[in-house]
């Protein structure tokens, strides 16, 4: 009787085993082996083991993708004391490294994993140094220059792919919005982007930061003269003063940190005086120019807002 008692009392055992082994195994692959597995991605150098839950991660001007799927940085991209203005909410506390990434600044930072935007953003051909300080993964320059791909490339990186796959449909659904609003306000009204820096003047390509979202996600009208110049080149040179009413646009976005002799020049110029968007009070001035003048997820969000703001009044 004993023995029997045994017996049965092992068979329940063994069943309740089985019963959870079975439940744990339903969903695929074992939470606790996904956690632990370095995952192999193939990069613009070869492939990289990245480590399963990186947790200070150095991406210098990556950040923003960062951000977007709630992760925080171990350090962030600067020169000097120039930091990305509009990430600085999230960014609250994060400290500063140089753009160039010198050797001891990250050894210092104590990373478990390094991200670059392209090849040549590698300072002084220090790849292999890097790669023994941590494992460095390098963008193809295509795919980090199209915040899209470089959003979902991050996601795969970091393990957020849901993550970047919900900040897309979002962004999707933000910008039809957005468009229908606009094509609604100004209808076929035309915008050009001015970006004032230091005493120069810079005049935005249709396919350069963030005249890709007002261009392409807006559809907002390109005027002929910026039609004319065809799309961005590594050289952005300035416009000069006197070409500026050949843009001739119906809206300007003019950006431009506070205090930049640029802009003193162009209030007491006759000639800027004499545009008409600028008689009719069709000029929107944008104070920081941070998320206009790169390529981003949170920052072309931003563009919008500051579009819809502006040509929705």
């Known amino acids: 009787m004993l023995r029997k008692k045994q017996f049965y009392l092992v068979l329940t055992l063994l069943l309740m085993f089985g019963l959870v082994t079975a439940c744990g195994s339903s969903g695929g692959s074992k939470p606790t082996e996904q956690k632990n597995t370095a995952t192999t991605l193939k990069d613009a150098m070869g492939e990289v083991a990245i480590p399963a839950n990186p947790k200070r991660i150095v991406a210098p001007y990556l950040e923003d993708s960062l951000v977007a799927l709630g992760v925080k940085p171990a350090a962030q991209w600067s020169i000097g004391e120039t930091v990305l203005d509009y990430l600085q909410p999230e960014l609250k506390g994060v400290p500063k490294i140089s753009w160039d990434l010198p050797l001891e600044q990250v050894i210092s930072k104590n990373p478990d994993l390094l991200i670059f935007s392209s090849p040549s953003a590698i300072q002084k051909g220090q790849y292999e140094e890097y790669k023994k300080i941590a494992p460095t993964y390098v963008f193809k320059e295509e795919v980090s220059a199209d915040w899209r791909q470089q959003l979902s490339e991050m996601g795969k990186i970091v393990n957020k792919q849901t993550e970047a796959k919900t900040f897309l449909q979002q962004y999707n659904e933000k910008a039809a919005e957005a468009k229908a609003r ?28 963030a005249a890709n979202v007002l261009y392409e996600d807006l559809g907002v009208k390109k005027p002929a003269f910026v039609e004319s110049i065809g799309n961005a080149a590594t050289q952005w040179n300035p416009i000069t003063l006197e070409k500026l009413p050949e843009i001739k646009a119906d809206h300007l976005f003019l950006i431009s940190k506070k205090g930049e002799p640029g802009l003193d020049i162009l209030t007491k110029s006759s000639v800027w005086n004499g545009i008409d968007a600028v008689k009719k009070g069709k000029v929107h001035e944008i104070n920081d120019p941070s998320y206009w003048t790169i390529n981003g997820a949170i920052a072309s969000k931003k563009v919008i807002d500051d579009a819809v703001t502006a040509l929705t009044k």
């Not at 306000?185 to 249709?206: C, H, P, R």
């Open 182 to 209: 606009i094509n609604q306000s100004i209808v076929n009204q035309t915008a050009a982007i001015l970006w004032v820096m230091g005493d120069k003047f810079y005049l935005f390509e249709g396919n350069r930061f």
